[in-house]
């Protein structure tokens, strides 16, 4: 009888159902509890993913709807800029922009000298007449040769860079009235000898001007 009893549960032991086993919707397969049998299920009507739901247009297009349907660029940060912002826009710039349009947006950077496509120079009279939110709507979308960097730079840091450029026009041309009271200001030479920098750091230097025969890129 104990032996029985012994099989009886190595017996009903050996037939339990395993994970591998259990009852479960299949991908792709039909299922007895939905009226329409299908087991993979349709996302409700207005679905919006996580972090997708983007209810501010002009924060991830850098357009608004304009005259006869056509899109038009403003002079506006979507956000108030900060230090911060300005910073985190400078170190964006100098990773992404720079290569092509060097640090001070001359358009005569270390990829453009070794015979890419001339790169804007952000310091011209046509780019400082320019919309903040058109750098935007260029770093999404690209513009002639400039390829997109959506994928590369976030829609916050994509106003952070474009706000830097702003800042970046405004300093080439900033005078003395321009600084706030109390402020001190120092020379590019005391600033050059405290960093151990050679002389011709703060020497003069001019914005070099593309040739007109030359393409550019934004």
Known sequence: ????CISAVLFTTG????????????????????????????????????????????????????????REEKNEMPFPVTMEVLKRGQERFNIYCAPCHSRVGNGQGEIVARGYKQAANLQDQVRRAQPVSHY?????????AMP??????APVDRWA??????????????????????????S??????EKHLPGS?????TLPVPSAQQGHKE
């Open 148 to 153: 997109d960097y959506a994928a590369q730079i």
């Open 1 to 4: 009888m104990a032996f029985l």
């Open 188 to 193: 590019l030479k005391e600033i050059a000898r």
């Open 136 to 144: 935007y709507y260029v770093m999404t979308n690209g513009y002639n």
């Open 15 to 70: 037939c339990r159902r395993d994970m591998q086993q259990q009852p479960k919707i299949r991908s792709q397969r039909g299922s007895e509890i939905f009226a329409d049998h299908r087991g993979a299920r349709p996302q409700v009507a207005n679905t919006v993913a996580r972090g997708q739901l983007r209810e501010d247009s002009y924060f991830y297009t850098g357009v608004v709807p304009g005259a006869d349907g056509y």
């Open 161 to 186: 860079v474009a706000a830097y450029i702003r800042a970046l026009q405004l300093s080439q041309e900033a005078t003395m009235e321009d600084v706030p009271a109390g402020v001190a200001v120092r």
């Open 201 to 205: 750091f703060a020497e003069a230097w």
